[in-house]
């Protein structure tokens, strides 16, 4: 269990070498899209979603997120996961192009790769989804060393499963790197307990709207990428200057 705060607990090993991003909630302000669409077909069967639902949801490979979804809300007899995914498909594909970065994000990918830190990217979104959303930000996503998908065949399972985290430091120069010196940002439950499982640290920027409790196994809980502090980890400090 981790020792949530605005600093790092003093038992940190490390110091971290190399940083895994997630992607939706994280660096991409996507999460509110699938939030939005969700509401929309919901609405369809008198029915309202809500944050008790969405930390289920979050994180996930679409087609677990959807079984959640139908279950958890009661509609699985009349609408299927599979069938989920296919009503929904047409508003996200209209929606991920114009995806936004969230605060401080290329701000800390910048600063990152400038250092020679490797970096890279582990998001349970698919191929196809990843293409739309990182359309405005490919120079961004360019600079990570390389990008795991949820549709990667070594992800056997979606978060919380360690798979992704672990696929993502097999690929870094050199082959797999020691959990113990790779830091994890992410924004789901789901993707905090990933990067637990696979032995990582793991800081957590959740939304505000996600309830407290889920604070506990991240290392680590700030409220923006801006807030984040390198140095404690054992990572290069921002230089004056840098926004
Ligand atoms: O948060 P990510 O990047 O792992 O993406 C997971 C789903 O696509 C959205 O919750
Ligand atoms: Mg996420």
Redesign the pocket.
Request: charged share 25%; hydrophobic share 35%.
């Given at each position: 269990m981790g020792n949530p705060s605005d600093s790092p607990p003093a038992d940190v090993k490390g110091p971290i070498t190399h940083v895994i991003f997630?992607?939706?909630?994280?660096?991409?302000d996507?999460?509110n899209f699938?939030t939005e669409v969700q509401e929309v077909i919901l609405a369809r069967y008198g029915k309202t979603f809500d944050w008790n639902l969405k930390p289920k949801?979050?994180?996930?490979?679409?087609i677990e997120?959807a079984r959640v979804f139908v279950e958890e809300t009661g509609i699985s007899d009349t609408l299927s996961a599979e069938d989920f995914i296919v009503e929904r498909e047409a508003m996200l594909k209209s929606m991920f192009p114009n995806s936004e970065l969230m605060p401080g994000a290329s701000r800390l990918i910048e600063h990152l790769h400038s250092k020679g830190i490797p970096i890279c990217?582990?998001?349970?979104?698919?191929t196809r989804?990843f293409e739309l959303k990182t359309t405005k930000h490919r120079e961004l996503f360019s600079l990570m060393h390389h990008i795991v998908r949820?549709d990667d065949p070594e992800v056997k399972e979606?978060?919380p499963s360690p798979d992704?985290f672990l696929a993502a430091s097999r690929r870094f120069e050199g082959g797999t790197v020691d959990p113990k010196n790779i830091l994890v940002f992410?924004?789901?439950p789901?993707?905090v307990l990933a990067a637990k499982n696979a032995g990582m640290y793991a800081v957590m920027v959740p939304d505000p709207r996600l309830d407290v409790s889920y604070h506990a196994d991240a290392d680590q809980v700030i409220s923006s990428l801006l807030d984040f502090n390198p140095q404690p980890w054992g990572l290069p400090a921002f230089e004056d200057g840098e926004s």
């Open positions: 997630d992607m939706d909630g994280l660096l991409l996507t999460e699938y949801m979050m994180g996930k490979k679409a997120a990217v582990a998001t349970g979104s698919h989804h949820g979606g978060k992704i992410e924004d789901a789901s993707g």
